[in-house]
């Protein structure tokens, strides 16, 4: 069964700056689009950001525009998620996903149903 490995999360200051990894062995990313998602303590797990596998298309979180960067790496199979400006409402533990549907143009994480293979997540923590 296929699973997501989440990779580069810990604990920085406020203003500081983590890089997040999201990986699959033995499955190509590549015809996918990625979701990021996040679940802070004592709140639903939220949407992040996403990037499509077609044409590059990515998709933000209010939240976050501005600051995270979504990319990814074909030859590596690995799909980033750039955290600048980190603030203590970021923390959460984080977690990547696959679109349900190949090929696809854009992407969106407003609904989690249209995602599968959850990793196991990657806590991030900002400190004050």
């Known amino acids: 069964q296929l699973q997501l490995v989440e990779s580069g999360g810990g604990l920085v200051q406020a203003g500081g700056s983590l890089r997040l990894s999201c990986t699959a062995n033995g499955f190509t990313l590549d015809y996918y689009a990625i979701g990021w998602f996040r679940q802070a303590p004592g709140k639903e797990r939220e949407g992040v950001s996403c990037i499509d596998s077609v044409g590059g298309g990515t998709n933000y979180a209010e939240s976050v525009k501005g600051r995270f960067t979504i990319s990814r790496d074909y030859a590596k199979n690995t799909v980033y998620l750039q955290m600048n400006s980190l603030r203590p409402e970021d923390t959460a533990v984080y977690y990547c996903?696959?679109?349900?549907?190949?090929?696809?143009?854009?992407?969106?994480?407003?609904?989690?149903?249209?995602?599968?293979?959850w990793g196991q997540g990657t806590q991030v923590t900002v400190s004050s």
């Open positions: 996903a696959v679109d349900r549907e190949a090929s696809k143009w854009g992407c969106s994480t407003a609904s989690e149903a249209a995602f599968v293979s």
